[in-house]
């Protein structure tokens, strides 16, 4: 597509983009929007199991996603969409933990959702997010 800019992180960002046909990220003029992440880890493709550490590995695959769309990371994203089996008190508070340490400074709008299953049997979550990052001052 003319104009739009997609990016794979390496390991299994780089894995999916070949075998599942879809990329991490996509730059959309000002903005950055990426593909749901979840709890695995992007080296080894090794999912992480336990809800508490699968939520923090999903906040730190949308953090890799991000910079290597060019982003500077969760400082930028002003919206989350987050997808939960089964959706519960833990994995919402495990989510607010996440929120306040990548970003203390603002609050985006967030949506969470319980769904019945997502796209691996594994997965008890996914994290989509949407980020601005204008061109830099330096650039123009």
Known sequence: MSGLQFYSYDGVGKYNEEHFHYAQAVRVGDTIQCSGQGGWIPETGEWIMEINAQIDQAFKNVETALKTAGGKGWEQVFRINSYHVPICDESAEAMLRNMRKWMPNHK???????????????????VEVQAYDPPSESAA
Do not use: Q, S, Y
């Open 108 to 126: 985006p709008l967030w949506t969470c959702i319980g769904v019945p299953r997502l796209g691996d049997d594994r997965m008890r979550v996914e």
